[in-house]
């Protein structure tokens, strides 16, 4: 890779790696002139520093290109109020790279900025598998051979949705799974709603433990949805702590990084077949329109949404934001591969066979390609946890007619944690426009 690099600095030191969480370092701010950080190959970019408060330790800068680190930390010179360049470079190959600066020897908390270079020309690591659809397909059959016994009972309203209670009923819901755990998951809908007349949205939860989410399926029923907000494992959600806290130490321990050997044992399928059952539920019940079907989710709710679209063809529409589980074989692709970084144990080939035998049909970057569902898909420019790369060559395969890229030089993993000075940016340019066509979608 070609490239031309200036940095206003001349001093080197060592660090330790980057915390996806501490991207967060208030006295100094990091700009960009692209508002969404795209950039064409050849383009110069520059990214100025300007302090907000004075600052007595010694600031370095550091840049990473599609997840290498370019140069050793080089000593930046910053005043407060001005408007400093610390970084100028161009690329001429598609380059997903972020820029840092903090304190040197304390990379505790940073200020970072990302920009990607021909965003059109990332390619994902994997050609999907000639037998994908038929893969799924007797996924399907031998679940949907078990007859479906589902079960919903009146849930108490949690007391932040309270006031919804007079708007919507709640249920807590319970399928029955082939194999596996069942599903667990709270399910809503507006009181007095016509037969025929309601979408249905699926919420699919991120990574971790945690439990389907009342308060969510509630706000979304207030919508005018049938809502249904589904925990990924399977474990009943009205249990004592206790009981979470042993799943979380045992059974559930470490899931996202076993070692991959078989379809059978590979953790993600009933992760993504739960997801599916849940929708075969909720298409039984008479207030279901027949028609309007939407995913939605974060991280590993990004991989279950474009999973599900990808298996099931009802769904018309994916919300997915930096999405998990997808370009799982970035490094053949000259790139980092994606959460939760399989590519790692692939580079190490002493299970190459099996890896490459199996993620294929579970990687969202192969998954993107079957689905002509409508697609959003957001990807985080300082996004250390599901990198850029991956997600934008997620999307640039995608086969969907309707599809919408929306990129963020500030965001990192989780929207919670974007710097509150650029905060209202994200929610002016993409959170509420994105919402906005949401609703419209569903009405």
Request: aromatic share 10%.
């Amino acid at each position: 890779m070609k490239r031309f690099v200036t940095f206003i600095a001349v001093f080197f030191c060592c660090i330790g790696a980057f915390a996806q969480n501490n991207l967060v370092y208030n006295p100094v701010v990091l700009t960009i002139d692209k508002a969404d950080g795209q950039y064409a190959s050849g383009d110069v970019v520059n990214v100025y520093g300007q302090l907000t408060d004075n600052v007595r330790e010694e600031l370095v800068c550091v840049v990473e290109a599609n997840g290498k680190r370019l140069q050793k930390p080089l000593k930046v010179d910053l005043k407060e109020g001005e408007k400093t360049l610390v970084y100028s470079g161009t690329f001429d190959s598609p380059t997903a790279a972020q820029v840092y600066v903090f304190p040197k020897g304390n990379d505790k908390q940073k200020a970072a900025v990302g920009f990607v270079v021909d965003a059109g020309g990332f390619r994902p690591g994997f050609d999907a598998p000639k037998d994908f659809d038929k893969f799924w397909a007797k996924q399907l059959k031998k679940m949907r051979k078990c007859r479906m016994k589902g079960s919903i009972v009146p849930a108490e309203f949690p007391s932040n949705v309270k006031r919804l209670e007079d708007k919507c009923e709640l249920y807590a819901m319970e399928v029955n799974m082939h194999e596996g755990r069942d599903v667990h998951a709270y399910i809503s809908w507006p009181k007095n709603a016509e037969p025929g007349s309601l979408p249905i949205v699926i919420y699919l939860h991120g990574a971790g433990y945690s439990r389907s989410n009342a308060s969510n399926a509630a706000r979304w029923a207030a919508k005018g949805v049938i809502a249904i907000d589904i925990n990924a494992h399977g474990f009943p959600d009205d249990q004592p702590k206790e009981y979470y806290d042993v799943l979380a130490k045992g059974e559930l321990k470490d899931y996202r990084n076993r070692k991959v050997t078989d379809h059978e044992s590979f953790y993600f399928r009933l992760m993504y077949l739960r997801a599916v059952r849940a929708l075969d539920y909720a298409a039984t019940l008479p207030l279901w329109d027949g028609k309007r079907i939407m995913t939605m989710g974060g991280s590993q709710g990004g991989a279950q949404s474009i999973a599900v679209a990808a298996i099931d063809k009802r769904v018309g529409a994916v919300n997915a934001w930096v999405p998990a589980v997808t370009d799982l074989a970035g490094h053949l692709g000259g790139h980092r591969g994606g959460w939760p970084g399989y590519d790692r144990q692939m580079k190490r080939k002493d299970n190459l066979d099996a890896e490459t035998a199996v993620l294929p049909y579970y990687d969202g970057a192969v998954m993107i390609r079957h689905t002509k569902a409508k697609l959003w898909i957001e990807a985080g420019l300082i996004d250390t946890v599901c990198p850029p790369e991956c997600v934008i060559a997620a999307f640039n395969v995608a086969v969907s007619d309707d599809k919408k890229l929306d990129t963020f030089p500030y965001r990192p993993h989780s929207d919670s944690r974007i710097d509150s000075r650029f905060r209202s940016r994200w929610e002016d340019t993409i959170g509420d426009p994105r919402d906005k066509e949401v609703m419209e979608w569903l009405k």
